[in-house]
């Protein structure tokens, strides 16, 4: 079983930034792959960004590129979401998830490949 814990949401005016983490517990975080994903009120959870489990891989919906930046700190067990440039679009619930598949090489877009998610963390940008 794995948990994780986001923290770091809050409220920011349009063009701040936040940076959101997520510990995770698990003897081999550096084997998971980490996704950022987001959910709005009345729309699907979408994909945000996402940090491959050897770390050297990252990727990024189109709608963050540039902005939102994905890291990780094997050390920690904890990955991060650092938010610049932040929009009133970006207002959603923002959740962790894990697959924890060794060398895991899929469709890591997808909500239903993850294993393990956290409980989410609101973020507001007001305009």
């Known amino acids: 079983q794995v948990q994780l814990v986001e923290s770091g949401g809050g409220l920011v005016q349009a063009g701040g930034s936040l940076r959101l983490s997520c510990a995770a517990s698990?003897?081999?975080?550096?084997?998971?792959?980490m996704g950022w994903f987001r959910q709005a009120p009345g729309k699907e959870r979408e994909f945000v960004a996402a940090?491959?489990?050897?770390?050297?891989?990252?990727d990024y919906a189109d709608s963050v590129k540039g902005r939102f930046t994905v890291s990780r700190d094997n050390a920690r067990n904890t990955v991060y979401l650092q938010m610049n440039s932040l929009k009133p679009e970006d207002t959603a619930v923002y959740y962790c998830?894990?697959?924890?598949?060794?060398?895991?090489?899929?469709?890591?877009?997808?909500?239903?490949?993850?294993?393990?998610w956290g409980q989410g963390t609101q973020v507001t940008v007001s305009s």
């Open positions: 998830a894990a697959i924890i598949r060794f060398r895991y090489r899929g469709n890591y877009y997808a909500p239903n490949e993850y294993d393990y």
């Open positions: 698990g003897r081999t975080f550096s084997s998971y792959t």
């Open positions: 940090s491959g489990w050897s770390g050297g891989i990252t």
